[in-house]
Structures are given as C-alpha cells and as structure tokens.
C-alpha cells in the first residue's frame, strides 16, 4: 500500500539556521503531496501541496518540490524562526478521494 | 473565514460506552474525512463521504460507524468504547474529494476512555 518515510525528530535548531526535512513516499501513480503543521495543542494546517511532478509548492518561507524521479518531497526554509516550533507532517494523497497518508511527524525547536 | 467544527472539543467517557463525535464542514465542501491521531502518533485515516456516501474507508474498527447528513454535516459513532480509542480525533473537509484537493482539517475532538 502508499507509505510515506519522513525525517525522524525531534530537530532542534537556533533561530535563522536552515532547515531541510526529508520525505519520500510510495505510491500507485502519481497522487498530490502535501506538508501539514500541527502547532502545540491545535489541529493540523495545510502548510504548502504540491500536484505534479517538478511543482513547487510554497508558503510562509516554506518550499517543497515534487520530485517524481526520487518520489521525494523534502521541505525547506531558510531561515527558520522561533514561531516555526511545531510538528511537521507530509502526506500525500492517495486513493480516489484522496485520503491522506501521513508520515511520523518531526517535531521542530527553535530555539532564540 | 469559515472553518471546519467539530464538536465536542472534549469528551471523557467509560469504558463499554458509546460516544458521537460531530464534523460541520466547511461551507460548500461535500467531502469529509476522519482521522484519529493518538498520543504521540501520526494520524490515521478512517473514513471518508462524498455527496452523503461513503466513499473511502481506512483502519476504521467495526465498532465504528459514520454518515453524512443532508446539510453535509458528519458524525461518527463510536460504541462499547475501549482504552485504546483514547486519541485525538479529526475531521477534514475539501471540495470535491479528490487527491488534488487539499483537506481543511477541524480543531479536534480530544476523547479519553476511562
């Protein structure tokens, strides 16, 4: 079945220090992927998707590029801030409705 | 904006008990989904409608049932309740289910099994 691998945290960065998570998946075709953010106690934020191969998507300093050829869809920012703490969750979409599959989550600290 | 509702917020309930967990999509989105996410881990899809059917279905245990309503408003029914049912559970909604169609997820409906 779809499966998605995802960076293990917990990753723990000073503030303005680059940042890279590490996902990549398995699935039948080619479904949409997306990042999702779940901050301390709320519910999960569409963060930034992605529906084909070479998109990038983006949002909030974020950026992902759908990589088809190593099923890969790393995040990125450049400089990440203390408000950026969180729980970060890729998940691409699968089945005709598009369920999503989500990975383990890598829990982000920005540290000032 | 609107968002996705999802009421209660919390629920504390005993063991063999029942509970109905309520999804109040976002306006005009007819697809719904839920997901249960326990503590520490990442969530689990269970079950999802489009256009009042059941259109896909997860690891949702069969003392579970969901539907949607006319108003496209969902419940999930959960019964003889179990300590492991303990987790967060989320509903999601999205135009036109698809797997293009990004999903607006509710606060959560935070359920502890005593």
């Known amino acids: 079945g779809d499966s998605v691998t995802q960076m293990e945290g917990p990753v723990t960065l000073s503030e303005e220090a680059f940042l890279t998570i590490n996902c990549t998946y398995t699935a039948t075709g080619y479904p949409s992927l997306f990042w999702y953010v779940q901050y301390p106690g709320e519910g999960l934020q569409l963060l930034l998707k992605?529906?084909?191969?070479?998109d990038k998507g983006s949002n909030k300093g974020f950026e992902a590029t759908y990589r088809k050829e190593t099923t890969s869809f790393h995040l990125e920012k450049g400089s990440v801030q203390v408000s950026d703490s969180a729980v970060y969750f890729c998940a691409p979409g699968s089945g005709s409705q598009g369920n999503l599959i989500f990975g383990k989550g890598t829990k982000l600290s920005v540290k000032p | 904006a609107a968002g996705v509702i999802q009421s209660p917020r919390h629920l504390i309930k005993e063991k063999r008990e029942t509970a109905t967990l309520k999804c109040y999509p976002i306006?005009?989105?007819?697809?719904v989904y839920w997901y249960q996410q326990g503590p520490g881990q990442d969530p689990q899809f269970l079950i999802s409608?489009?256009?009042?059917?059941?259109?896909d279905k997860g690891s949702i245990p069969d003392r579970f049932s969901a539907q949607q309503f006319s108003d496209y408003h969902s419940e999930l029914n959960m019964s003889s309740l179990e300590l492991g049912d303990s987790a967060l559970y989320f509903c999601a909604s999205s135009l036109v289910g698809t797997s293009t169609s990004p999903q607006y997820f509710g606060p959560g409906t935070r359920l502890t099994v005593t």
């Open positions: 306006p005009r989105h007819d697809t």
């Open positions: 409608f489009y256009e009042k059917m059941q259109s």
């Open positions: 992605a529906t084909k191969a070479d």
